[in-house]
């Protein structure tokens, strides 16, 4: 057995206190879970269960309280930001609001161009090819290039959202409810494209969601979240059709074409 790409140990989250009289809030507590090469882990909950705090904390946008994050083999929580800033290519995030995550004022073009430019791997021959290679990548025609967000839709917003994280070459996207906002007929496109994509380029993928539905049908894995702490956790395939935890069956009481959804 490889070595995992991510190992989770007991990682927690604390928010600070709004006020003097207020404790501390508890956002992750004591989450562990391991996700390999290829493989694509779901975080799933409801809202405010803690899934967005755990990745959060694996990209290091926030400092865990406490435990461990290694990411091929190394410890992230020790690291400062110029440490962390030489690692961070390797792991790359694909946010939920597609329009949001890209500069309204940068075409297509400059914002797939932009992290090239910033980790010092723009070369202004070869460039170009480059960016019109991510594109194509992402199944965009490369004459949304010229293009500002405002004139794409939603999925092609997003599409131009996973060009740019996959412009690092990263080993691991972490894909924090990254279908939610588009429209329903989008979807699985979106999916579609990051299914081929993982299998293509043999990436690690941490999906945040609350769509039991979908993470049946996309993870390999899943790891469900109630007010921060694991309540259960196996294959994806497993916990949907035999789930052991009462709140992991309230949760697939809710969806009701989680039968159809198995069977694409």
């Known amino acids: 057995m ?35 090469a290829g ?25 865990p309280t406490s435990g461990s994050v290694r990411f091929e083999g190394r410890e992230l929580t020790g690291l400062d930001e110029n440490q962390l800033r030489a690692l961070r290519p390797g792991l790359q995030p694909v946010f939920q609001d ?8 940068k075409t297509v073009y400059e914002s797939v161009a932009e ?52 412009a690092s070459d990263p080993r691991l996207l972490v894909l924090d409810e990254p279908v939610s906002a588009l429209d329903p007929s989008v979807r699985a496109g979106i999916v579609n494209l990051l299914t081929e994509l993982q299998e293509e380029l ?12 979908l993470v049946r049908h996309v993870a390999h894995k899943m790891v469900v979240l109630r007010h921060g702490c694991i309540v259960e956790a196996g294959s994806a ?18 969806v009701p074409d989680l039968s159809r959804t198995a069977a694409l």
């Open 202 to 213: 043999g990436l690690g993928q941490l999906f945040i969601s609350h769509d039991l539905a």
């Open 98 to 105: 597609p329009y949001g995550s890209l500069s309204p004022r």
């Open 115 to 166: 992290p090239l430019r910033v980790q010092g791997r723009w070369d202004r021959r070869s460039g170009p090819a480059r960016v019109a290679e991510l594109l194509d990548m992402v199944r965009l025609d490369t004459s949304v290039a010229r293009r500002l967000p405002h004139e794409l839709s939603g999925g092609q917003c997003q599409r131009v959202g996973i060009a740019r994280a996959l």
């Open 39 to 63: 493989e694509t882990l779901a975080l799933v909950g409801e809202s405010g269960c803690g899934k967005s705090s755990t990745a959060g904390a694996v990209l290091m946008l926030r400092r």
């Open 237 to 254: 395939r497993e916990v949907c059709d035999a789930p052991t935890h009462p709140y992991t069956c309230e949760l697939l009481s809710s």
């Open 2 to 36: 490889t070595s995992p790409l991510l190992e989770v140990r007991d990682l927690t989250v604390h928010y600070p206190a709004r006020g003097r009289r207020t404790p501390p809030v508890l956002a992750v507590d004591q989450v562990s879970f391991t996700l390999h």
